[in-house]
């Protein structure tokens, strides 16, 4: 068994941030396969696919779970430096993939992901990781935005971020609204660093965060989250999302989520 390398210098730090930054993680020559697959995807939706604006307008689109039947999003999503870069994060040799996801902003797209944390979308503890990845150049004021530290404080309701068919079980009221941040970012200590494609930004499930507005161009880019490998069901009071009753419908409480759905991967 070999030991796991040392956790590479980052500023800002996952642990104490909530919030790190990793320059190019992801080569050109991916990139461009990257970019290639999400065209294939957009053509090919699958059930977890939705356009989150609103209709008649160039589109912010998203689509899950690729990595099933995309040779390229499974690469990236089961070998080399990203699965790798989770592992060193949590310390273990193996991390559980739960999701692979795209965000496809058309020229001239408009439509925002509001600020929000990923813990609450998903019946889960402890924290995960999302790994988030621009593939174009984000356009001005479009890239992601991060609440340092916010990782240690409440978790608020998710957010519905689709215009048309819903990604939440229910609007049902549960938690605490998310703050109004743009309103005041330098007292959430917002952290947006300028980032170009194949450059990382991850973020602990916790942390606070929102990206997108208006694109002045084509803008790609992906989500990849992953748990520790002793990540445990916790069933929620709130409303998650909807593909939880897809994936595992009969999830119990405190049960381990590594299986065939969100497997186990070996960094
Ligand atoms: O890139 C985006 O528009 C949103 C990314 C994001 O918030 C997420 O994956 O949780």
């Known amino acids: 068994m070999t030991a796991m390398p040392a956790p590479a210098p980052m500023d800002p730090n996952i642990t104490d941030d909530g919030v790190a930054l990793v320059r190019r993680l992801v080569d050109a020559g991916q990139i461009e396969r990257l970019k290639a697959a999400i065209e294939a995807c957009r053509q090919t939706p699958g059930p977890s696919f939705r356009t989150l604006s609103p209709p008649g307008q160039p589109v912010l689109q998203s689509d899950l779970f690729r990595w099933r039947d995309n040779a390229e999003f499974r690469a990236l999503a089961t070998e080399g430096a990203v699965p790798r870069l989770a592992a060193e994060i949590f310390g273990t040799q193996d991390v559980v993939l739960m999701e692979d996801q795209f965000f496809y902003s058309a020229e001239g797209a408009s ?114 989250r992953y748990a520790h490998p002793d990540t445990r069901y916790r069933l929620r009071p709130w409303p998650v999302a909807t593909f939880w009753a897809e994936h595992h419908p009969e999830a119990h409480e405190g049960e381990r989520i590594a299986g065939p759905a969100f497997p186990l991967i070996t960094a």
């Open 111 to 224: 439509t925002p992901s509001p600020w929000h944390q990923d813990h609450p979308y998903h019946p889960l503890e402890p924290w995960f990781l999302t790994i988030w990845i621009p593939l174009d150049a984000p356009p001005a004021g479009t890239g992601l935005r991060a609440a340092a530290g916010s990782h240690r404080g409440e978790i608020y309701a998710p957010v519905e971020f689709s215009a048309g068919k819903k990604t939440l079980q229910s609007d049902a009221a549960v938690l605490r609204k998310v703050p109004d941040i743009d309103a005041d970012p330098a007292s959430f200590g917002v952290f947006a660093p300028d980032v170009d494609p194949g450059d990382a930004m991850v973020l602990d499930s916790r942390t606070l965060h929102a990206a997108g507005g208006l694109c002045t161009g084509v803008f790609r880019r992906l989500s990849l």
